[in-house]
């Protein structure tokens, strides 16, 4: 069976001698050109549940193209059956309406992987790109607002499919504004990989314009390799592992750019060995500066206890100032009554002393008879009575 130009798979591997693995190489190119994209609007989604919002149905839609043509058109009913059910799934998890979402101080740029075992050119001359690593989960550094934030993996699998913007451009929105000839690709089919922690989605670069075909030409020559996510949502403070972490997602479109923000966010691993010189060197950097500041709040932490030392020494020695001068005033006054005690008792003994030397009177003797005087007898007074009238004693 002819295709890309050669007759059939020996006539491949004939002409292609000089590549590492001929037959592997053929395989590939066979692949590619049985899976070339079949225009997404044949498909026709299938019956949306009761319920569905314009939204859910959007996404069924959505999720049902990009599955057929990952089947390559496939018209087996266990193949449309299958892209049914995960039409379904996709919608369910989208919700009734797009997810709210506050945007950060100002858009991040993360660089992201184009895998260059899944480049595929189509009939129109478009280039699809499966499995682009548009996030992993880590910290990264971005080139718009140049702080490091972590991206956990809750929240990217959370958040994957809050696509605000579908679109993949030739460059970053800053500078000039972005024109219409700047837009050189869509992105479908987002969703998360738990093998990888990562988000991805698949690219189509649509090559209608000189830009976008640009862009292809170097895509498959590998001279460029990597793409930039723009990401905003709500960045939070994590006390426990003392980094910001994003909390929720918004995403507004990959743009192609130069170098990455992480190794894993490549086209091709061609760079991957000086991406995890720079990723280590930035983890060095973080690391030194997490230290810094642990250092600053050690230093802040003794200047304090220092203080509260004085304070604290201070205020003992105030008291014991306190103590010390109650004892004295205590011994003082201890000292004074003894001393006016023993002054007392000084006294005391002066007083006996003077005493012990005064002469004691004379003893009274007793009179003799010549010294006694006449005996004068008194006459015993009888007072008198009237008795009817007569005095009587």
């Known amino acids: 069976m002819p295709f890309a130009g050669y007759k059939d798979f020996a006539d491949c591997v004939s002409k292609n ?18 899976l070339e994209e079949i225009p997404r609007e044949l498909f026709i989604p299938p019956e949306p549940a009761k319920g569905y919002t314009a939204h859910q149905k959007e996404i ?12 390559g058109g496939s018209e087996k009913p266990e193949d449309k059956a299958k892209c049914a059910m995960i039409a379904h799934a996709a919608a369910k998890k989208a919700g009734g309406k797009k997810m709210e979402h506050k945007p ?69 929105a800053g500078g000039s504004p972005r024109s219409i000839t700047d837009k050189i690709g869509t992105i479908k089919n987002p969703r998360y990989d738990a093998e990888t922690k990562a988000v991805l989605v698949d690219g189509t670069f649509h090559g209608r314009s000189q830009e976008s075909r640009d862009v292809i030409e170097l895509i498959e020559e590998g001279i460029v390799t990597d793409v930039s996510a723009e990401v905003g949502g709500k960045e939070i403070w994590n006390a426990e592992t003392k980094r910001y972490e994003a909390a929720s997602l918004a995403f507004y479109g990959l743009a192609v750019v130069d170098r ?11 760079e991957a060995t000086e991406c995890e010189q720079l990723e280590q060197k930035e983890r060095e950097d973080m690391e030194t500066k997490e230290l810094e500041q642990k250092l600053a709040a050690l230093e802040t932490e003794k200047a304090e206890l220092a203080k509260k030392a004085d ?36 006294e005391y003994e002066t007083r006996i002393k003077e005493l012990e030397k005064t002469p004691a009177p004379p003893k009274t003797v007793p009179g003799t008879g010549e010294d006694q005087k006449e005996t004068i007898e008194l006459e015993v007074f009888t007072p008198a009575r009237i008795v009817d009238g007569e005095v009587s004693r």
């Open 17 to 34: 001698k000089d590549k590492g693995d001929p037959k592997a190489y053929c395989a590939v190119i066979m692949r590619k050109t049985e």
């Open 60 to 71: 069924l839609a959505a999720a049902y193209s990009s599955c057929r043509s990952e089947q």
């Open 104 to 172: 950060m101080a100002q858009t991040r740029m993360l660089d992201a992987l184009l895998p260059p075992g899944n480049f595929t050119r189509l009939k129109s001359g478009a280039l699809k790109v499966t499995g682009i690593v548009a996030l992993a989960e880590g910290t990264w550094t971005d080139s718009a607002v140049g702080t490091p934030l972590h991206y956990p993996a809750k929240v990217l699998e959370k958040d994957n499919g809050n696509w605000i913007a579908p679109s993949i451009w030739s460059r970053h």
């Open 260 to 270: 990455g923000a992480c190794n894993v966010c490549k086209m091709k691993r061609n």
């Open 311 to 346: 304070a604290e020494r201070v205020e003992l020695t105030k008291q014991l100032e306190a103590v010390s001068k109650s004892k004295a005033d205590e011994e003082s006054a201890h000292k004074t009554a003894i001393e006016e005690r023993t002054k007392k008792m000084a």
